[in-house]
């Protein structure tokens, strides 16, 4: 079990609790996903599209570790969750959004292409996203395709930018004692 310092020292860092071989260690979502942590909640299908769409969304979220971010957040309880879903009142468990969001994605891209999202060359993959987030995509089914851009689009920018590292890379100095990150 991680201890109370200990966890508010990797928090202030943007450090979560991710299990490794059952004991509970503090990582980085970036951590996380370069030392191949196992998904707790979601599928490799499901992770695989998250962080296609992360990507997408926010050049640098694959590698920021948006599949560990969020597969870590739907494992805490619901009031724990540093998700934009949370944020936005989505109805726990949290999960289940985004499992009917990743289900929808493929669908709608395999329905225009007849492959999964995370298949379709770059730039299909943009124009995929302008039509989801105009609500326009052909074969939806699952959450409004609007809301899904800006919830994955929101946890995006918080995994690659709501860290030490993303607001160095903004040429903003990080004083945890004045400015705290916006949610870990």
């Not at 695989?48 to 739907?74: S, W």
């Not at 395709?145 to 990080?174: C, K, N, Q």
Request: charged content about 20%; glycine content about 8%; aromatic content about 10%.
């Amino acid at each position: 079990m991680v201890g109370r310092r200990e966890f508010m020292r990797g928090a202030a860092l943007g450090a979560l609790a991710f299990t490794i071989g059952g004991a509970q260690v503090l990582l980085t979502p970036r951590e996380a996903r370069a030392r191949g942590v196992p998904f707790r909640l979601l599928q490799a299908r499901e992770a695989e599209t998250l962080e296609a769409m992360g990507e997408t969304l926010v050049p640098g979220a694959r590698d920021a570790g948006i599949a560990h971010f969020i597969d870590q957040q739907i494992s805490v309880p619901p009031e724990e969750a540093l998700l934009e879903a949370r944020i936005l009142n989505v109805r726990p468990p949290y999960a289940d959004f985004y499992k009917a969001a990743t289900g929808a994605i493929d669908k709608a891209a395999a329905a225009q292409s007849d492959q999964r999202f995370a298949w379709l060359p770059a730039d299909a993959q943009r124009e995929f996203v302008n039509l989801m987030r105009q609500n326009k995509l052909p074969g939806w089914q699952g959450p409004p395709s609007g809301f899904v851009y800006f919830v994955l689009r929101s946890d995006a920018v918080d995994v690659v930018y709501g860290t030490v590292e993303g607001y160095e890379a903004l040429g903003i100095p990080y004083q945890a004692h004045i400015m705290p990150l916006k949610r870990w």
